[in-house]
Each structure stands twice: as structure tokens, then as C-alpha cells.
């Protein structure tokens, strides 16, 4: 099994930043971490969850929403297992609880929600005008 735990989320002024992390636990994170896909992902009230990053197994490869590109970096530390989502230049828009996820099965980093194999519960990031 694989437990996800988000931290970092909060409260904070447009063009503000955060810096978010995703902590990877359990028996199959101990030995294979190094080998996942992880993504980000938010949710907004009354809205699907939506893709925003995602990172492949060495941390070489990226991708990003459009609507996030260039303002927020996925980076990953396979020794401590965890992943990390720097938010600068925040918009009101961005306003979401984001939850990390892992792919088991594909290392490549993927925007496909439904590929992702494990959840964490997700921390609220809220942007004041």
C-alpha cells in the first residue's frame, strides 16, 4: 500500500506563493517510490478534478496545465519520498483543495487522472484578491 499525505496548503494574497509537499508511506512506497509517476491535481467547489502537474519517475520530465505553466514548479526527492509543488504568482483562480497522486504502473508522468492508482486527501490552498 501506498499512503499520501499533502502539507503546505493555506491561506495567501494574489501574486503570493506556496510552497506544497506530498510525503509518500507504506510498504510499496518504501521499496518502489523511485519508479512512480506522481501528479498534482485541484479541485474547486461545484468543479472536476482537474490535472495541474505531474513528474515521471527520475524527476527529469515535466508537464503542466496550461493555466499553471510557468507560474508553478513539480520537482521530487526520491530519497525522502516526496514531491513538491512551488505556486508562485498566484491567482484567485487557483483556488483549491490539491491532492497529490501516484501511477504504480507507469513511470512516465501522465495527466490522466484515472491512471493514478493513489490519493492523498488533499490541502486547501485559498487566494484573496
Known amino acids: 500500500q501506498v499512503q499520501l499525505v499533502e502539507s503546505g496548503g493555506g491561506l495567501v494574497q494574489a501574486g503570493g506563493s506556496l510552497r506544497l509537499s506530498c510525503a509518500a508511506s507504506?510498504?510499496?512506497?518504501?521499496?518502489?517510490?523511485?519508479?512512480?509517476?506522481m501528479g498534482w491535481f485541484r479541485q474547486a467547489p461545484g468543479k472536476e478534478r482537474e490535472f495541474v502537474a505531474t513528474?515521471?519517475?527520475?524527476?527529469?520530465?515535466?508537464y503542466y496545465a496550461d493555466s499553471v505553466k510557468g507560474r508553478f514548479t513539480i520537482s521530487r526527492d526520491n530519497a525522502r519520498k516526496t514531491v513538491y509543488l512551488q505556486m508562485n504568482s498566484l491567482k484567485p483562480e487557483d483556488t483549491a483543495v490539491y491532492l497529490c497522486?501516484?501511477?504504480?504502473?507507469?513511470?512516465?508522468?501522465?495527466?490522466?487522472?484515472?491512471?493514478?492508482?493513489?490519493w492523498g486527501p488533499g490541502t486547501q490552498v485559498t487566494v484573496s484578491s
Open positions: 497522486a501516484a501511477d504504480l504502473h507507469y513511470g512516465a508522468g501522465h495527466s490522466n487522472r484515472d491512471g493514478y492508482d493513489y
Open positions: 507504506g510498504r510499496l512506497a518504501n521499496s518502489y517510490f523511485n519508479s512512480y509517476s
Open positions: 513528474i515521471d519517475w527520475s524527476g527529469t520530465t515535466t
